[in-house]
């Protein structure tokens, strides 16, 4: 019974590796073969491979920031509890001392400006949260456009050496090659309209809490929260 289990475990581990084929590589001797003007398309896609990758770097840092804008709303969201508790709390102190009614009135006030700006932080919350989101969609989407510009590196390579009939083209695979383009270029494209998702949400809890703060802001006392940039569409490719 052991020994059909082993045999059945070895079946399995060799079906799972047969599934990730290393990607297809070109043999990069064979462009030594090649003129400038054949080596043209291979060093732009070098290029724009290089540029995926400093695109990578930009929305890491995009993501770093995000999460410490999201730091500090947390921070603001607490003196905005801590303000409302206070509030409550004088409330019930002048009722105990029987203060007068424009006394009574005069903290309602307060308190109702304190319960906006409460509001308004959760809506930060909120929307600083998706921002989160949408930063790490980004950065998922950065790492796969790294991946498209490897296979189309990889692609033109193979195109180029096989113009130039360099032996070395003949063992690679051109399916295997256009596969992974393919591959790639899909995964990107999910991942774009994730982005696009992710950002739409965040649009709508941006124009919210705007209208809560401009709300709050009526009663307010001078504010000591950070302003927190709408969403944009800049792309994150380049």
């Known amino acids: 019974m052991r020994g059909i289990l082993i045999a059945v475990g070895s079946a399995l581990m060799a079906v799972a590796c047969s ?17 400038e003007s054949q080596m043209e398309p291979v060093d732009d896609a070098r290029v724009e491979e290089g540029r995926a990758h400093d695109a990578v770097a930009r929305v890491r840092a995009n993501e770093a920031d995000a999460r410490a804008r999201l730091e ?12 409302l508790k206070r509030a409550l709390a004088e409330k019930d102190l002048r009722k105990k001392q029987y203060a007068s009614k424009d006394q009574i009135a005069e903290i309602d006030d307060e308190i109702a400006g304190a319960q906006d700006r409460l509001k308004a932080s959760d809506l930060k919350l909120q929307y600083l ?3 989160v989101s949408v930063s790490e969609a980004e950065r998922k989407l950065a790492e796969a456009h790294v991946v ?17 009939n360099a032996p070395q083209a003949g063992s690679v695979n051109p399916g295997d090659v256009d596969h992974r383009v393919a591959s790639a270029q899909a995964q990107e494209a999910n991942l774009l309209k994730e982005v696009s998702q ?23 006392r ?17």
Do not use: F
Request: net charge positive; hydrophobic share 30%; no cysteine.
């Open 19 to 35: 599934s990730q084929k290393p990607a297809a590589r070109v043999d990069d001797s064979g462009l030594s073969r090649l003129n």
């Open 72 to 83: 500090v709303a947390r921070s603001e969201r607490t003196v905005a509890e801590a303000q």
């Open 129 to 131: 949260q998706q921002m």
């Open 148 to 164: 498209t510009a490897q296979a189309l590196t990889e692609q033109s390579k193979y195109r180029a050496m096989k113009t130039a």
């Open 198 to 220: 992710r950002r739409s949400k965040a649009l709508d809890l941006h124009n919210r809490w705007q209208a809560a703060d401009t709300n709050a802001r009526r009663l307010a």
């Open 222 to 238: 001078p504010s000591t929260t950070t302003a927190v940039p709408p969403p944009t569409t800049e792309s994150t490719q380049r």
